[in-house]
Each structure stands twice: as C-alpha cells, then as structure tokens.
C-alpha cells in the first residue's frame, strides 16, 4: 500500500457517524488503498422476553396435553394448578440466580416481584439472557439449582400472583 496521508478531519467524521448510529466497523476501500475503523463492544447482555406459551398443540407435534398437566415438566404453560403462575425458560442453556459469583441472587423466596424484575441470567452460547418475572407477585419457589442446566419451556420459579 502506498503512503497517503489521511484527512484526520474525515476520519473523526466517520467515527462520529459510527457512534451516531451504533455502528460497530465501517471499511472504505479506494482501489488498493483500504481503511477500517472497528469500535471496540462491551460484552453483551442481551434480554429476553419470554413468549406465552400456546397449550395447543403445534401441527406434526403429537397430543402436548399430557405434558401441561406436569408442572415440573417444560411446556405446561404459565398458569399451573396449584394457583401459583410459572416463569419458564425461553431458551436452553445454564441457570444463574445471582449477577455475579460474589453477589447476592436476583431474588429468594419470598421476594416480589413485578413484570420488569429481573429474576435470573440463563447463558446460552456465552451470551447472558437477563430473564424477567414478566408477572407481578410473590416468588413461592424456586425449582432449579444456580449452574443448572435448564431447557426451553422448563419452569424456573413459581410465583402467587397478587
């Protein structure tokens, strides 16, 4: 590549642009000649949001009723028959009920909730899913154990409703 001074100004205009606009990398190329400007990311954390869960059967899928009736096993739906309302997992991966090894867990039993809370982190492919309570109440238990692995659907904590 030859030696070509670069215009500083234009440069400091593409890295306005770049945080302007969350932008992550922009390369321009002038025939031989490349420039590339990456912005360094902070690890991710991403949110889910969970989606309710049908108890209709999805077409192919097999009778999933059977399943609903089992509040221990993934796919029930949010309300079970004991009266409390189950906050499942939206994805597979591994539980954490704490932020951090060294800090206090999201929430215990007794704790309340709302919809926004944040009741526990599920790692998926090296990425932390914050998971919300997306119901208001009071938590009545908690079923997984912190480094758990857990799966899509598998109910998490159940929580009475207020």
């Known amino acids: 590549m030859s030696e070509k001074k670069y215009d500083v100004d234009k440069i400091k205009s593409l890295v306005d642009l770049m945080n302007n606009n969350d932008l992550v990398e922009i390369e321009i190329k ?9 912005r360094a990311q902070p690890p991710q954390q991403t949110t889910i949001t969970p989606m309710p869960i049908m108890n209709a059967a999805m077409p192919g899928a097999g009778a999933v009723q059977p399943e609903a009736a089992q509040p221990s096993q993934a796919g029930g739906g949010p309300e079970v028959d004991d009266g409390l309302v189950a906050i499942t997992s939206p994805i597979v991966g591994t539980f954490y009920a704490q932020p951090s090894p060294d800090s206090d867990p999201f929430i215990e039993v007794g704790s ?29 238990q908690i079923l997984v154990e912190n480094g758990q692995a857990v799966e899509y659907g598998q109910v998490l904590f159940k929580v009475k409703p207020d």
């Open 112 to 140: 309340r909730v709302s919809s926004q809370s944040i009741v526990c982190i599920v790692e998926a492919m090296k990425v932390m899913n914050e998971i919300k309570a997306e119901t208001n109440g009071t938590v009545a």
């Open 30 to 38: 002038q025939g031989e000649d490349k420039l590339l400007l990456k």
